[in-house]
């Protein structure tokens, strides 16, 4: 029985000893790190810092510290839970400070999440995150240089029981044994213990970055209290005055002191009457603009304004005048008005076709047809080459030219100098032509030209048809072996063919000239 009882003791004590370990996971479980927001801050000293102490913003608590540890650096990690969601969103600017909390020496951990900051500046990245594999995975990492561990009040009224002597003995012997070679050290050391010489040190910072807009400002100042300087006896004047103002304000103190009591309710008033008058400032703001755009414009409107009233007198009494005597004219062109409505109607379907017959054109494109027409047959009858312009047909009419028809046939010349058959059919063409042609009923140039037409060479047509060219009265003399009696340059295809020249040839090259000649359209 009594075997019984101690093995049942024994179950009994290790239930509760498994029932103290799972409340003891499950306590570690929801105030763990993945429960919260923890933030691991290093500090250079943690003394009679303990876990389960507060841990402050702006004097409310947030949260409690967990553990205090010491680091390989000779430092100590202070690892801080915050419980507030509120406050869970520490920046790399954010500071905490280890203050005392009582007379009895209990501490607590005072921190900033980010500093102040004007509204509308962008806030600096949270805190780093220890990666795996390091002392504190998972918990945010506050640096040293963002921490500090102030000198204990106790430690200093310790140090001031001793003469002045020995105080001076300690400090010599103890921080010069502590610190020795550690000169960087205690710098920092001293820096990050008291916050005011951080802040004097930011202070120097901002200084050495705006030397140069300072330097700027000594001179600017010393230019603007130039003039002062040489009117110093006004400006001790006016200092007089002022006191005597003052002196006066002060004997009047009840009414300036009802007056500053009303001034608050005043501006209160005033407030809401400036913001219309601003949104009324802001909406005529471009009327304004555009205003003063248009004020040399209507300056000058209004001062030529009498001159044109002046003007307008005369204007309009002559106007008068003139509806007068047109009015009964106006009347009397009723009955004309009324026949061209008739007109008007009658002449409607007409209208209409011709509207319709130009549309079409318009569509169609016989505008365009037409002066394609127009082009190509110019084209056709006009050539231009390397020389200039040259007749492809040449149309004549005046009182010495008679019709005839002469039948066409195959007159092709064929590239066969020597003579036969080919030589023989083309003399017989040029001898058919000669019969067919009347030589009195037309010039001696014409005869030429038609016979070289014809197939015959310039040197056959002069002999065929020898005398003297006739030309009419508008045609320029030459002389009786044809060619221009001047030998000077003359401009190819007339005086509009641009700058392209040739000289006439001799008398001995009559023929050639005379076929150049009706080919470029000089005769």
């Known amino acids: 029985m009594a075997g019984w009882r101690r093995l049942a003791a024994a179950l009994a004590g290790a239930a509760g000893v498994a029932a103290l370990v799972a409340v003891v996971v499950l306590a570690t479980a929801a105030g763990g790190s993945s429960g919260g927001y923890t933030v691991r801050a290093i500090f250079d000293d943690a003394g009679n810092l303990i876990s389960g102490e507060n841990v402050k913003i702006g004097g409310v608590k947030v949260g409690t510290v967990q553990s205090v540890t010491p680091t390989p650096q000779a430092k100590a990690a202070v690892v801080i839970s915050i419980n507030n969601p509120g406050f869970r969103d520490f920046r790399r600017d954010a500071s905490c400070t280890i203050r005392i909390q009582s007379l009895i020496g209990e501490k607590y951990v005072d921190c900033l999440p980010t500093q102040p900051r004007v509204e509308g500046t962008p806030l600096p990245p949270p805190l780093k995150k220890i990666p795996r594999g390091h002392e504190g995975a998972g918990e945010y990492l506050l640096p040293v240089q963002n921490t500090h561990s102030p000198v204990d009040v106790d430690l200093l009224g310790d140090i001031q029981r001793l003469p002045e002597r020995e105080r001076f003995t300690i400090i010599l012997n103890e921080l ?13 050391v001293i820096k990050r213990a008291n916050p005011a010489l951080q802040e004097l040190d930011k202070v120097f910072h901002i200084l050495a970055n705006e030397n140069t807009v300072l330097a700027k400002l000594a001179v600017d100042s010393d230019q603007a209290l130039k003039p002062f300087a040489q009117v110093r006896e006004r400006v001790a004047d006016f200092i007089s005055q002022s006191n005597t103002v003052a002196q006066a304000s002060a004997a009047t103190r009840g009414s300036l002191q009802r007056n500053l009591e009303l001034f608050p309710p005043f501006l209160e008033r005033l407030g809401p009457a400036l913001e219309r008058v601003q949104r009324f400032a802001e909406a005529t703001t471009p009327t304004f603009t555009d205003l003063k755009a248009a004020v040399p414009g209507l300056d000058k409107a209004f001062t030529s304004l009498p001159g044109f009233s002046k003007s307008s007198e005369k204007f309009f009494t ?35 076709n011709f509207a319709g017959l130009f549309e079409s054109l318009r569509d169609t494109g016989g505008l365009e047809r037409i002066m394609d027409f127009i082009f190509l047959g110019t084209g056709a009858a006009n050539g231009y080459d390397e020389l200039g312009h040259f007749l492809r047909a040449e149309g004549a009419a005046n009182n010495c030219l008679s019709y005839f028809v002469t039948p066409a046939g195959c007159r092709r010349k064929l ?58 009265e508008s045609s320029p003399a030459t002389s009786t072996s044809g060619a221009p009696s001047s030998s000077s340059a003359q401009p190819v295809g007339g005086s509009t063919a641009g700058t392209t020249y040739y000289t006439p040839g001799s008398e001995g090259t009559g023929a050639d000239g005379l076929l150049l000649n009706y080919l470029l359209g000089s005769e």
């Not at 005869?447 to 065929?464: E, S």
């Open 176 to 188: 010069g044994a502590g610190l020795a070679g550690r000169g960087s050290d205690l710098s920092e």
């Open 318 to 352: 002559n106007l008068g005048k003139t509806a007068k005597v047109q009015g009964p004219a106006l009347v009397g062109t009723r009955p004309l008005l009324k026949q061209l409505s008739k007109l008007g109607t009658s002449a409607l379907p007409f209208t209409k």
């Open 415 to 472: 590239f066969n100098t020597g003579g036969g058959s080919s030589s023989a059919s083309a003399t017989a063409a040029s001898a058919r032509a000669a019969s067919a042609l009347d030589s009195s009923s037309m010039s001696v140039l014409m005869a030429r030209t038609l016979a070289v037409v014809d197939g015959a060479t310039p040197a056959q047509a002069i002999a065929k048809y020898p005398g003297p060219e006739t030309t009419d």
